[in-house]
Each structure stands twice: as structure tokens, then as C-alpha cells.
């Protein structure tokens, strides 16, 4: 099941991107010497393409590759070891997002702004990954993988940002779908991927990054991007820009309950994803081998389910102008899905909770979006409060890994039925929260 949409807000840049010229003012601006040359929409279009393919491999097959890891290197505590990787990593995100993001905004020099934050992510990811693969010790990869996730993130962070400048807006929707379907695709081979390097960890891990580095040559290496001398960038407001992320529920409480909603949302998703190889491997009885291969299997199956229901649901929920009905029949479907794949016994009931979710949370993700931007308190603050929701999709990533421990160890053990169950339960709350929402239907 691709999760390329959260991946997307969860990395997108928090300093505004620059606005593309439009052709007119293009036409007139007479051309510097200075200026680069760049290649035509269609090759960059193609450029930035092929780099999606291998930046959002990377970014959805670490966490699943860090899952076997830590199956074969500690068993008894992978639960907890995984846990504490993903909320570390997840928190310190929260931080470095915006801030790198910011950073790149205001990065001077003959390479441009974006390519140095390209590379500067990958090679250090690069390097944590190996020692991820080479190293059997708990606390090491669980360090490692933090360094890994923030620089890979970084990178990514980055990349996000060539397709809204160097594109004109004309030919950025269709650019955002394809780089959707490429996500979602992504995930399943790099599932495969993981699966089929499980008994070679050092490649496991680093195949991964390397692809984002290779597939990010072309454009690296074809796309100019644009470099500013330090007088033509923004100062960088560090207060400023923390005090950005603050909005107050009481003046827009519209915003405050798509918020929670999404929160909710966010938890169910985190919940089946962080943890279904697991569930895979104690509650069906499958080896680390398997339970790869059937992670594949499973997002395979899932990622045409995916792209229909991101499609069909937007064009529909567009087509009657309504929101809140798609969205609570989206959270709806998202709780049922978790208490099947709870009460699962077999591999064949699994499935059938799998494509369930997959339904809901493609029909989430995309109309819950459009809800979102119906009830930003100021348009002047798109960009900003747009992140702001993306961080209900984004703490989960830390609360949910940092409470299950302690709930999958209530019972016998492995008690993903629990897990699951309360997930759910929040989830059906959420799609009551929608329905607060006043102004939209």
C-alpha cells in the first residue's frame, strides 16, 4: 500500500519556494550571461521523474528494511528497538524540516540552492545505512538510522522543491500525480527489494539510498539550478519561523478539528504500517523472509486499489462539491480495515484488510486535503498552515511507536490485536470530529 501522500507532506519544503516566472515576464527579461541554460519543461519534467523513482524508494523502503534488521539482529526487543528509532528520528524531524527547508531557501553559491542539500543528504545517508547493514549492535543502528532518516529527509526535502520551481503551473498537477503513482509503486518494489536482500543487510540497506543517488544524477547533473547571491535571499528568522506554526483553535476552530481529525487519521496509519511485517511474522508464524516477500506482495496488490480510489474520489468529491461525507466513509473504512486485519488468522484475511485500508486511506489522503485548504484561516499563510497540517500526520510517527511497546507487551505478548483495536477506535473517532467542521459540506 503506497503512503506517497503523507511521505510528500510529511517532506515538503516549509520555506516558500520561490515563484516561477511566467512566460510573459520571461519573454521579458532579457537573458543574463550569468544565467543558466536550462533544458526544456518536457526534459525537466522527465528529469524529475526520474528522480521521484529512486528518492521515494528510498524514503518508503528504509523503514521496512530497518524492520527486518532489527528482526534478525534482536528479536525479543525489535517492538521496542524499532520504537525508539522512529520516534527519535520522527521528533527530530519536526524540527529539521522547516529548518532545513529554510536553509535551503537562503543557500548561496555556484551550485545553486537545492543541489548541495541533494547531495549533502544522500552521502551521509549513505554512510548511516551501512553501518546500519554492517553493525549487529541495537543501540548503534538505532543511531544510525535517526542520521540516516533526517539526511535522507533533507534531501528529499530539497528535490520537492524543483518541480514547483522549475515547472510552470500549467504542468506541475500533472508532474504531482505521476511523482503520486511513482510513490506508490515505489513502495511495493522497494518491499521486494527488502525482502530480496534480507540475508545481505549491508545492501538491504544501502541499495535504498544508492538508487535515490543514481536516479538523481540526471537531474543534478542537467538541471541548473538557479544560484542567488546573498543580497537576492531572505533573511532567516528562526523565532519567526517557529512562532509561524501556531494557530489558535479558538479563533479557527474549523482548522482545529480537520486538525484532530487528521491526527486521529495519522495514528491508524501509523499504527498498520510501522508494525504489519511484525504482526506478519509473530501473528502469522511467517520467517523474516516470508513476511518480506509478503510485505511486497501486499503492496503490489494494493497500489492499483491506491491510484483509483486517489483519483475516482477526488474527481468525484469535486464533481458534487462535498468533502465531509468522503472523509468520515474514508476514516470508517480505515477503522474496519484495522479490526480485520486484527482478528486476521491467515495471510488470505490479511489481505482483504489490507486493500480495505488501502481504499480508505487513498479516499482520505486525497479528499482530506481538499477539506484542509477550505478552512486555512488566512490565505496570505497557504504554505504555512498547509504544514501545520501536515504535522498531524507527522506526530503520530512519534507517539504511536513510543506508546506500542507498552500496549503490544499487555497479555501474552505481541498484542497487535490491542494495537490495532484502539487505533481503530480513535480512527472512528476521528471521522466524528469531521463533522463539527461548520461552512462545508
Not at 528497538?81 to 528520528?89: D, E, N, P, Q, W
Not at 500549467?170 to 522497494?190: D, E, H, I, P, Y
Amino acid at each position: 500500500m503506497g503512503d506517497p501522500t503523507t511521505q510528500a507532506q510529511v517532506m515538503e519544503p516549509a520555506g516558500r519556494a520561490a515563484p516561477a516566472k511566467t512566460s510573459a515576464t520571461a519573454a521579458a527579461t532579457p537573458p543574463s550571461s550569468a544565467a543558466p541554460q536550462q533544458p526544456s519543461t518536457k526534459k525537466t519534467m522527465a528529469l524529475v521523474l526520474v528522480a521521484a523513482l529512486g528518492m521515494y524508494i528510498m524514503s518508503l523502503t528504509l523503514g521496512t528494511a530497518l524492520s527486518l534488521r532489527l528482526a534478525a539482529v534482536d528479536p525479543a526487543a525489535k517492538e521496542t528497538s524499532y520504537g525508539m528509532a522512529v520516534s527519535i528520528s520522527s521528533l527530530l524531524l519536526l524540527v529539521t524540516i522547516p529548518l532545513t527547508g529554510a536553509l535551503s531557501d537562503r543557500t548561496a553559491g555556484r551550485f545553486g540552492r537545492r543541489r548541495p542539500w541533494i547531495i549533502g543528504g544522500l552521502v551521509p545517508a549513505l554512510l548511516a545505512a551501512a553501518v546500519i547493514g554492517t553493525v549487529p549492535s541495537t543501540p548503534v543502528i538505532v543511531a544510525a538510522y535517526v542520521v540516516a532518516l533526517v539526511s535522507a529527509q533533507a534531501a528529499f526535502n530539497a528535490y520537492a522543491v524543483i518541480p514547483i520551481e522549475a515547472l510552470p503551473d500549467n504542468k506541475r498537477a500533472r508532474v504531482m500525480g505521476a511523482m503520486g503513482m511513482a510513490g506508490a509503486l515505489a513502495m511495493s518494489a522497494g518491499s521486494y527489494l527488502a525482502a530480496w536482500l534480507v540475508d545481505a543487510p549491508l545492501l538491504m540497506m544501502c541499495v535504498p539510498v544508492l538508487l535515490a543517488l543514481v536516479c538523481s544524477i540526471p537531474l543534478l547533473v542537467l538541471y541548473k539550478d538557479p544560484a542567488k547571491t546573498r543580497a537576492e535571499l531572505p533573511p532567516l528568522d528562526l523565532k519567526g519561523l517557529a512562532k509561524s506554526f501556531l494557530v489558535d483553535p479558538r479563533k479557527h476552530p474549523n482548522f482545529a478539528w480537520a486538525w484532530v481529525s487528521r491526527f486521529l487519521a495519522g495514528i491508524a496509519m501509523t499504527a498498520l504500517f510501522a508494525y504489519f511485517i511484525f504482526f506478519l511474522m509473530d501473528g502469522l508464524g511467517m520467517p523474516i523472509a516470508e513476511a518480506g516477500k509478503s510485505a511486497g506482495l501486499l503492496t503490489l496488490i494494493s497500489a492499483p486499489v491506491s491510484i483509483l480510489f486517489f483519483t475516482a474520489s477526488g474527481w468525484i468529491s469535486d464533481r458534487i462539491g462535498r468533502r465531509k461525507p468522503f472523509v468520515v466513509a474514508a476514516a470508517l473504512l480505515m477503522a474496519t480495515a484495522l479490526v480485520l486485519g486484527a482478528t486476521s488468522t491467515s495471510f488470505e484475511q490479511f489481505v482483504v484488510a489490507w486493500i480495505v485500508f488501502a481504499m480508505g486511506q487513498a479516499m482520505y489522503l486525497t479528499v482530506d486535503l481538499a477539506l484542509c485548504a477550505a478552512v486555512l484561516p488566512d490565505a496570505r499563510d497557504t504554505g504555512k498552515d498547509m504544514a501545520v497540517f501536515s504535522l498531524a500526520l507527522s506526530i503520530p510517527n512519534i507517539i504511536v511507536p513510543a506508546a506500542a511497546p507498552a500496549i503490544l507487551a499487555l497479555g501474552s505478548g505481541h498484542n497487535y490485536g490491542f494495537l490495532w483495536f484502539a487505533a481503530a477506535a480513535l480512527c472512528a473517532l476521528g471521522s466524528i470530529t469531521v463533522t463539527f467542521i461548520k461552512g462545508v459540506r
